[in-house]
């Protein structure tokens, strides 16, 4: 059949600038998502988490294809999502720029699978990878929560929203 040039809902093209733009409307959480352990120990500044199931326990993250952690998380079968606090903006620039991703300067201790958890993380969630999908430039990392944690002391989270990293009352 010929396309038909008339024929309403033709998919255009999209702009990937516009795309994020428009995408940055929808605010969310920040989190640095640590893998590895010992020397090959990294970490980097992610926003793509989601709760999937409460049972089983199961969350997801994407990393790009391209990311640095992507074969450390294929490698050790396991990751850690640390949410971040307002107080940790510096924290999540530093894991957000490929030449500073190093834990080395920055407290934290092992997980129950022994990648790490920063020790002043808003909570964290200890994941052991199920299923690693490729789709588009990233890969989908569904996993399960075996360990979590969270202060009992109230703190801001930082959220990410039209760009920018914000402490929630700032966030307009
Ligand atoms: C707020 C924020 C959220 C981000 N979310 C993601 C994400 O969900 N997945 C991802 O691959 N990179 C994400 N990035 C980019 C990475 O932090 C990082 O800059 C990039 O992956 C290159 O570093 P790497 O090679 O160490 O991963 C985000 C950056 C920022 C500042």
């Not at 120990?41 to 326990?57: C, H, K, Q, R």
């Not at 990293?165 to 966030?171: D, G, K, N, T, V």
């Amino acid at each position: 059949m010929q396309p038909d040039a008339q024929q309403p809902n033709q998919p255009r093209p999209v702009d990937t600038a516009m795309l994020r733009r428009v995408c940055g409307h929808f605010v969310t959480g920040v989190t640095v998502i640590t893998s590895g352990s010992g020397t090959q120990a990294a970490g980097t500044t992610v926003n793509s988490f989601t709760s999937v199931s409460l049972d089983p326990p199961l969350v997801l993250i994407c990393l790009h294809n391209d990311s640095r952690l992507r074969p450390v998380v294929e490698g050790t079968g396991a990751y850690v999502v640390n949410f971040l606090s307002a107080q940790q903006e510096v924290l999540a620039r530093k894991f957000a720029a490929k030449a500073t991703a190093s834990l080395r300067d920055v407290a934290h201790r092992p997980s129950a699978t022994g990648t790490p958890v920063l020790d002043d993380a808003l909570g964290f969630l200890s994941c052991r990878v199920v299923s690693a999908t490729e789709v588009g430039d990233h890969t989908i990392f569904v996993s399960e929560v075996v360990d979590m944690g969270m202060p009992t002391r109230f703190e801001q989270p930082l959220v990410f929203f039209r760009g920018a990293l914000r402490a929630l009352q700032e966030a307009r």
